[in-house]
């Protein structure tokens, strides 16, 4: 005998009735129906939680200053926008401990969406802009006087930025008291000084004269960099008045990278070379600015493309080799005299060597300047512009 249920099964295949393959089909029908109403449902709500009336924007800054032990999301960057329970959550919302004194960490967008969900705000409810990381530093000497909750922050170089040129501060305020006085440790260096304020201090620094004079403190030596100081605010000739102050100083200033890929032990030539702005907040990292002096010398690794160049790059070729017909620039007053001397020696850049002149046969002492090149040194540049002048 068999089953009467099997009646139903031949080869594999079902032989439902009609009515009963219409009925599953009904079935699976309103069940993707309460599916899609379920989904459009959610993002009803996440579209009604993230609406622009309610969302909260964070503008991530690239670097951030501060001098509390603990973090929070205002340190890192500018908070705006949503409701005033949600925007004070987000600003408060604990981003883990400051790195020590002297010491930086880096806080990634990762880290700010685990800090936030931690919190208990919803991911919609946040919208992220600006840089995807922020090194936070901690100033190694930080301004004593000050309240242990400021956090000084540095602002993105945007147009909201607090970053200023040194000579862009309103006339008479300490704002442009300080840029003076850290732009003035600059000057020996050239190029143009950057410099970003915390914006604990933004009220301080519009203090201006005659109301108020101004006297500064430095609390370390240090010209680039994260920069320590103390203001003091003077009143009819008393202090009514501290102001810890840290501040970021950078410098823009034109240095020597590589034009093209230069290989190791490759001569450098003129077109291997020319001039880029860079951006340094170290001293020691300050590259050349001289291309002459870079000429004719040899490469002592390989250089990439766009790479700055500094002296240790290089080492010392013989731009001019003995028995060199020398080109020699002879300068006195505004009189300059070219002549040709034959080069008694070798010589390196802007070492000193004989040549014999070839119209007198007298011998001088020049300063290497370039392939084959050489300047008059001084004292004798008087009795060799006299000779080539009356030839």
């Known amino acids: 005998m068999r089953c009467k249920d099997c009646t139903h099964m031949r080869a594999g295949r079902s032989t439902l009735p009609i009515a009963d393959r219409v009925c599953w089909i009904g079935w699976i029908g309103v069940l993707l129906c309460a599916l899609l109403v379920g989904v459009d449902r959610v993002q009803a709500e996440d579209a009604a939680v993230a609406s622009p009336a309610e969302s909260v924007t964070i ?3 690239p670097t951030a200053v501060v001098t509390a ?73 930080p301004p004593v006087g000050g309240p242990a909750t400021t956090r000084p922050a540095t602002q993105p170089a945007e147009a ?24 003035a440790k600059l000057v020996h260096l050239g190029g143009t000084p950057q410099i970003r304020y915390s914006p604990a201090v933004q009220r301080a620094l519009a203090l201006s004269s005659p109301r108020y004079e101004f006297r500064l403190r430095d609390r370390g030596d240090q010209v680039l960099g994260l920069i320590s100081l103390e203001a003091d605010v003077l009143e009819g000739g008393r202090v009514v008045d ?27 030539k003129a077109k291997n070379l020319m001039l880029a702005e860079r951006r340094f907040t170290r001293v020691s990292d300050i590259g050349l600015s001289d291309l002459t002096s870079l000429l004719g010398q040899e490469s002592r690794r390989y250089i990439e493309r766009g790479s700055m160049l500094a002296a240790r790059d290089v080492q010392a070729r013989a731009l001019v080799q003995r028995g060199d017909l020398v080109t020699v620039w002879v300068r006195e007053g505004d009189l300059v005299v070219k002549s040709v001397a034959k080069a008694l020696r070798p010589g390196i850049y802007g070492e000193t060597i004989d040549v014999k002149s070839e119209a007198t046969g007298e011998t001088f002492a020049v300063t290497v300047t370039g392939p084959q090149t050489a300047e008059v040194s001084d004292g004798q540049s008087s009795g060799m512009a006299m000779q080539e002048g009356g030839q």
């Not at 000579?167 to 008291?177: D, F, K, Q, Y």
């Open 59 to 61: 503008q991530l800054w």
């Open 69 to 141: 032990q603990e973090l929070t999301m205002e340190d890192l960057g500018r908070v705006s926008g949503g409701s005033d329970g949600l925007g004070a959550i987000v600003r408060a919302c604990p981003m883990g401990d400051a790195p020590p004194p002297g010491g930086s960490t880096v806080i990634t967008l990762e880290h700010v969406t685990a800090a936030l969900v931690k919190a208990g705000v919803h991911p919609p409810q946040v919208l992220i802009r600006g840089s995807s990381r922020c090194l936070v530093s901690r100033p190694a000497n």
């Open 160 to 183: 909201e930025a607090v970053e200023v040129v040194a000579s862009n501060a309103e006339p008479g305020t300490l704002e442009e008291v300080v840029n003076q006085h850290l732009g």
């Open 242 to 268: 501290t102001v810890p102050i840290v501040a970021e100083v950078a410098l823009n200033r034109p240095v020597v990278v590589a034009r093209t890929a230069i290989n190791r032990g490759q001569v450098i």
